[in-house]
């Protein structure tokens, strides 16, 4: 038996979470056939489009370390069940990246190329399905008691991201969005991955039902401040950080959090923005306005306010949870990304 010691930090939290899952993952992708082996190590970072062994990074893997934070806190000595389901989660995420990039037309993640940049739209769709059906053998590979519920619950975070993703796509093309109506998205597209990482973490813990219920709440509020902060960095974060300009989501008209407070603020400023969504007359050279609108309307303030309510009323679901300690540190972790 494994004895499950619980990561001093969030840097510990993720480097153990990374040692203990790399593994799982590399060996899960072994079961795909060759092109998809090949496409999907690409995609992490294991290799390139040759199959010649790289350096790189395959991502921070902060679902899977919910996961694991979530197995823990309630009382899992063994985590043999919640590294499995650290991998499906992790392949669920990816599964999602690599589908998205199609969509957004996106040709870079991670500083290297997009899997269909690389292997063409049709492959990169089918090694998203794939890797979707994987997570799921990975999931409940070895049946046992909750293996149905688990793979459950796991199916339908795949349907609440998945329409989450259509709302999304659904705003691009209208101008009208409520707040209400941005943050029933984001529930589906961000926050239920996270939500379901930690119900999968306490069922794979052995936790009981109201527990787990309790650690999805905390999921779907920390799913929802991490979508809120990357708002607010997606216009006001610094480049050298975040590898994007500031201001880029405005480039690309995003209705994000922070411009739609902007828009529904009743302030000239806010009213000055809307007519640049409007008339889709944000270039780079009036760029610096356009952010200054967002933030002089109150959207700054109004975002990060929504997210810091967020983790509180994560937190205020983690009451019933016996070692709280990693989950808050992880928590406090994505939401202070914003300063």
């Known amino acids: 038996m494994t004895i499950a010691c619980s990561p001093v930090s969030v840097d510990d939290a993720l480097r153990l979470t990374a040692q203990r899952v790399g593994g799982r993952l590399r060996s899960a992708l072994s079961d795909l056939p060759g092109p998809l082996r090949v496409s999907a190590g690409f995609h992490f970072g294991f290799w390139d489009a040759r199959g010649t062994p790289i350096t ?62 690389q292997f063409g739209v049709p492959h990169a769709i089918l090694l998203g399905d794939a890797t979707l059906s994987l997570a799921n053998r990975v999931l409940v590979g070895e049946g046992g008691d909750g293996a149905a519920t688990m793979s459950a619950e796991l199916s339908s975070v795949v349907v609440e991201l998945c329409e989450g993703q259509l709302q999304d796509m659904a705003f691009e093309q209208t101008l009208e969005v409520s707040p209400e109506e941005y943050l029933a998205m984001a529930a589906g597209k961000t926050a239920s991955l996270l939500a379901g990482s930690c119900a999968l973490g306490g069922l794979a813990g052995g936790a009981g039902a109201r527990q787990v219920s309790a650690l999805r709440g905390f999921g779907h509020h920390v799913g929802l401040a991490f979508q809120l902060v990357d708002d607010l960095l997606g216009i006001f974060g610094d480049s050298a950080v975040t590898g994007k300009p500031v201001g880029a989501d405005l480039l690309r008209y995003k209705k994000c959090m922070p411009v739609l407070a902007a828009m529904r603020s009743g302030t000239a400023a806010g009213d000055e923005l809307t007519e640049l969504y409007r008339t889709r007359t944000i270039t780079r050279a009036n760029l610096a306005h356009a952010v200054a609108l967002v933030d002089r309307a109150g959207g700054r303030d109004r975002t990060l306010d929504e997210a810091r309510r967020r983790h509180d009323l994560a937190v205020e679901n983690l009451a019933e949870a016996g070692d709280r300690a990693e989950l808050e540190a992880l928590a406090r972790f994505l939401v202070g990304r914003s300063s």
């Open 56 to 117: 790189a990074s395959p991502g921070k893997m902060v679902r899977p370390a919910f996961v694991l934070a979530a197995a823990r806190a309630v009382g899992c000595l063994d985590l043999s069940r919640a590294t499995r389901a650290g991998v499906a989660v992790e392949l669920v995420h990816n599964f999602s990246l690599v589908h998205d990039d199609v969509m957004d037309q996106d040709r870079v993640r991670r500083g290297r190329p997009t899997v269909w940049t």
